[in-house]
């Protein structure tokens, strides 16, 4: 690795490790929020606040050099800052995403169905009460992929694409 390349990776370490403090108090807000969503007890809640913090601020470190997914979480909001991050929202039709969870759950299409509205809901609660956003709000994403119409493979490789155009140098205008 060249001297210019370390620095500028400790550039970017020291950016993300600075943006995790940044957002401490919002992954408090989220660990408490999520864990309320997941119908923890009280009691834990405060014991896995900090433990989320930590692991935050830790693959935030790795993936500075390493990269690395949130998935959900709100993550859209919580690295809203970090640079390089791709904020992806993965879509796809209600009757697709429904035959995609029967299929993968072993379940009939009603409880399927039950399932896919209950997520979709829990999701834009979340995001409302947690973030005060509208998950839906296709400002907040730099690419929306409808993994359904693509597909799982090329959705992935869709993300991977996005990933590097967003890490490498900025685009120049002409």
Known sequence: MSPSSTACSRRRLSVLREEA?????????????????AGEPVERIDSDEGHMRAELAEFLT??????????GRGGVFVLADAPGAVHVLLAGDHEGRVARVAE???????EADHRVRAQDRARK???Q???SADADDRKHYHLIVDTIALGI????????????ARSGPPPTEN
Do not use: N, P
């Not at 790795?62 to 998935?71: C, D, M, W």
């Not at 493979?153 to 590097?164: G, K, N, T, Y």
């Open 62 to 71: 790795r993936a500075s050099t390493e990269g690395g997914v949130v998935l």
């Open 129 to 131: 009460r947690v973030f």
């Open 125 to 127: 609660e979340y995001m």
């Open 21 to 37: 403090e940044r957002q401490s108090g919002l992954v408090g807000r989220l660990a408490r929020a999520s864990s309320v969503l």
């Open 104 to 110: 993968r759950q072993g379940i009939d299409r009603a």
């Open 153 to 164: 493979d090329a959705s992935v490789e869709l993300v991977l694409a996005a990933s590097r």
